[in-house]
């Protein structure tokens, strides 16, 4: 089985090593994977829960990632989605926070208008973040990752019964005028599973562990066979959940908690939090 079909229409989303925190000149939070994955009765995105602190080499293992915008829509986020204020430790700017207060405000369908709005939104957040801070206390450019500062991937299912990701890239580069570069939205059909966050780290090392396609729990993702008719929720739990205890103990650096949340956009259901077994639960 070769890993990059799982998902080859990944895009920039696994070519990028990602993270996904809290992060301020003292203090870095950080640790996301995101599994999605098409099943017969919509889709499925799971997300483990880590943050981590690189200043005090502790974590957090209760953060939710998944983020409902509407009974078809939910967000996940990646790489540094949000700054420490520095004396204080208290949150001063939450990309969740700020998303999920304009997705309220404005309709998802309404196209170029949402994202137009959003994009002048979190440029407006971001600027106003750095306006009450020195210079020396702004946080750096993210060389590693191609100054990119956070990704937000929104999850959809139309009218058509067509499931679509729409990726919005956030990139920063400290400067006395600081550069905020936010490109197009990137969108697809999502027709195969698709890995964001720590992505690229997990298949890198399944391609050199091919002992653990043996697993069906995973092989039988491989874009190359996979049948999303034949794919139940409980099926795609059961690989996301593979894919987080693995990366857990196997790669420990990628700072991903095996611990997790799923939810479903059903066709007929629409947004559910869904179990272990793939079965709603109230929360």
């Known amino acids: 089985m070769s890993f990059k079909t799982i998902s ?23 640790g996301t ?6 099943v017969n009765e919509g889709l499925v995105v799971c997300a483990d829960k880590r943050l981590f602190n690189d200043a005090t080499g502790t974590f957090d293992d209760r953060f939710v990632k998944v983020r409902k915008v509407n009974t078809n829509t939910l967000f996940v986020a990646t790489n540094t989605i949000g700054f420490l204020d520095r004396s204080t430790g208290k949150m001063e700017f939450d990309a969740f926070e700020i998303t ?13 208008l949402f994202w137009d709005g959003l994009r002048a939104e979190i440029r407006k957040q971001i600027l106003a973040y750095l306006d009450k801070r020195k210079f020396a206390d702004w946080p750096a450019t993210d060389t590693t990752n191609d100054r990119l500062l956070f990704n937000l991937v929104f999850y959809s299912i139309g009218s058509d019964c067509h499931i679509r990701s ?22 697809e059909e999502v027709r195969t599973p698709q890995l964001t966050g720590k992505g690229k780290s997990v298949m890198d090392y399944l391609s050199l562990h091919p002992e653990l396609v043996a697993d069906p729990t995973i092989g039988r993702f491989d874009e190359s066979i996979f049948d999303v008719k034949k794919t139940s929720p409980l099926d795609a739990v059961n690989f996301a959940s593979k894919l987080f205890l693995l990366t857990n103990t196997a790669l420990p650096g990628a700072e991903v908690s095996s611990t ?4 479903m956009l059903g066709y007929q259901t629409g947004f559910q939090w869904i179990d272990d077994l793939g079965q709603p639960i109230v929360r």
């Open 166 to 187: 729409n990726s919005l890239r956030v990139f920063y580069e400290k400067a006395q005028t600081p550069v905020i570069d936010i490109p197009e939205v990137v969108a």
């Open 8 to 30: 080859s229409r990944v895009y920039l989303l696994l070519t990028l090593s990602l993270t996904s925190g809290i992060v301020s000149p003292a203090q870095g939070l950080h």
């Open 260 to 263: 997790h949340d799923c939810a």
């Open 33 to 38: 994977l995101v599994v999605a994955v098409p």
């Open 100 to 112: 999920s207060n304009y997705a309220k405000k404005h309709d998802f369908n309404g196209g170029h």
